[in-house]
């Protein structure tokens, strides 16, 4: 993921999307037919998990799309592993 450039518009906290624990990346799929046709290796954007607070990423049955890796919620979460 292209995280943490000079374009990142962190807050007076360094908090953004690229830092949020809740962010996963959405790759395309070649059987797709219109939206995010293509391979598995290309980026189609990203996705927050946000919505789900028990954090269990295996409950996960949905993500809020969004095409940059950079942006900011009231949810945001540091990634303790950045």
Known sequence: MDKNTKDCP???Y????CN?????????????KTIGKGSIMTNLGYGCSVMYPDENINEVQSVIFR?????????????EKE
């Open 14 to 17: 360094g908090n953004c999307c």
């Open 67 to 79: 095409e940059s890796v950079h942006g900011l919620c009231e949810m945001h979460n540091k990634n």
């Open 20 to 32: 949020c624990k809740h962010l996963v990346e959405v790759r395309c799929h070649p059987w797709n």
């Open 10 to 12: 962190t807050d007076i």
